[in-house]
């Protein structure tokens, strides 16, 4: 069983950049993918970035191609997702994922969530 806490989330200006981090609790965070996801309200949660166990392969939903790069640093057992000239339509609540078993962008073949980072991009 893995703990996984989401922060970094918060609010900013169309056009600006956040970065969002994952903390992951015991030892086995390098031997697994992790993904980020997001929920806006009223829609259902969405694929946004994932990334191998490695760090060697990355996988972006098309809607955050060229503005969001995923990266970990296994030995802090933390995943990033860097995002940069965020739109109104970014907003929602940020999770991140660990262990996949399956087709990574979706949802429901990820074991592990975090609580969340709410992000909100004003116009």
């Known amino acids: 069983q893995v703990r996984l806490v989401e922060s970094g989330g918060g609010l900013v200006q169309a056009g600006g950049s956040l970065r969002l981090s994952c903390a992951a609790s015991?030892?086995?965070?390098?031997?697994?993918?992790m993904g980020w996801f997001r929920q806006a309200p009223g829609k259902e949660r969405e694929f946004v970035a994932a990334?191998?166990?490695?760090?060697?392969?990355?996988y972006y939903a098309d809607s955050v191609k060229g503005r969001g790069t995923i990266s970990r640093d296994n030995a802090k057992n933390t995943v990033y997702l860097q995002m940069n000239s965020l739109k109104p339509e970014d907003t929602a609540v940020y999770y991140c994922?660990?262990?996949?078993?399956?087709?990574?962008?979706?949802?429901?073949?990820?074991?592990?969530w975090g609580q969340g980072t709410q992000v909100t991009v004003s116009s």
């Open positions: 994922a660990s262990h996949v078993t399956g087709t990574y962008y979706v949802t429901r073949n990820w074991t592990y």
């Open positions: 015991g030892r086995t965070f390098s031997s697994y993918a």
């Open positions: 990334i191998s166990w490695s760090g060697g392969s990355t």
